[in-house]
C-alpha cells in the first residue's frame, strides 16, 4: 500500500493469474474493497488464465452488469498455461463482455494474455 501510494497510483485493476484452481473471486473482491477503504480506487477483471471462466454469477455478462467493481475479463492465449481457447471460445468470450459492458456503460475490457 505504501509503496502505490508513494508511487503516485491511484487506481489499480486486480485479477486472478493461474491460481484460479486454489483462489477465489471473492478474496479478489474483499482485497479491492479493502484497497478502497484505503483510498485507492480499485477494479477487478472475472475469470482466470483458462476456460470454462470462473465468474461470481456463472456468467461474464452478469458479473460485469450485477458487480460494480468488475470491469472485464481476462483468457490466457500465448501462455503455455493457456486452456487453448477455439476462435469460438474466444468470440463468445467477447460477446459477453460486450453485452455485459453496454448495459452498466462499463469499459468492457477483454484481457488476453
Known amino acids: 500500500m505504501t ?3 508513494a508511487c503516485g497510483t491511484t487506481t489499480v485493476v486486480g485479477l486472478l493469474g493461474t491460481d484460479g484452481f486454489v ?4 478474496q479478489l473482491y474483499a482485497k479491492a474493497k479493502a484497497l478502497d477503504m484505503e483510498g485507492i480506487s480499485s477494479y477487478i477483471l472475472t ?5 470454462p471462466e470462473k465468474t461470481f454469477l456463472n456468467s461474464v455478462a452478469k ?3 450485477f458487480i460494480e467493481k468488475v470491469i472485464g475479463c481476462k483468457l490466457a492465449l500465448s501462455d503455455d498455461r493457456s486452456s ?3 476462435e469460438l471460445d474466444i468470440l463468445r468470450l ?5 453485452l455485459g459492458g453496454s448495459l452498466p456503460v462499463k469499459a468492457g475490457c ?3 494474455i
Open 110 to 112: 477483454c484481457t488476453f
Open 94 to 98: 467477447i460477446n459477453q463482455v460486450r
Open 3 to 5: 509503496e502505490l501510494i
Open 63 to 65: 458479473d460485469l452488469i
Open 23 to 26: 483462489k477465489e473471486l471473492t
Open 84 to 86: 487453448f481457447p477455439s
Open 47 to 51: 475469470s482466470y488464465y483458462g476456460l
